[in-house]
């Protein structure tokens, strides 16, 4: 069993920066990838950024591409979500995400309860 838990959601500017992280615990969590998915209102949960286990590989939705950076710290079983230049339609609860599959899609394993994340003036 995996338990995720997000921290770091809040209320920023446009054009400023956010930074998500998520503590992750279970026996084999190490070997797990872990990634972000975001929801707006009326909206469906869309791919935000995914790591796979050995923080070779990473994968961003295209929205956020250039913008976002995911990464990983072994020793604290935690994964970040560096956001950078955010804008209003980055607005949407965060959630953390782990599985032992890579995809795009929303069919992860494993979920946190989501941080609310509000970019306004």
């Known amino acids: 069993q995996v338990q995720l838990v997000e921290s770091g959601g809040g209320l920023v500017q446009p054009g400023g920066s956010l930074k998500l992280s998520c503590a992750a615990s279970g026996r084999t969590i190490n070997r797990h990838v872990m990634g972000w998915f975001r929801q707006a209102p009326g909206k469906e949960r869309e791919f935000v950024a995914v790591?796979?286990?050995?923080?070779?590989?990473?994968y961003y939705g295209d929205s956020v591409k250039g913008r976002f950076t995911i990464s990983r710290e072994y020793n604290k079983n935690t994964v970040h979500l560096q956001m950078t230049s955010l804008k209003p339609e980055d607005t949407g609860v965060y959630y953390c995400?782990?599985?032992?599959?890579?995809?795009?899609?929303?069919?992860?394993?494993?979920w946190g309860q989501g941080t609310q994340v509000t970019v306004s003036p």
């Open positions: 790591i796979s286990w050995d923080a070779v590989i990473m």
């Open positions: 995400v782990a599985d032992m599959r890579m995809t795009r899609n929303a069919d992860y394993d494993y």
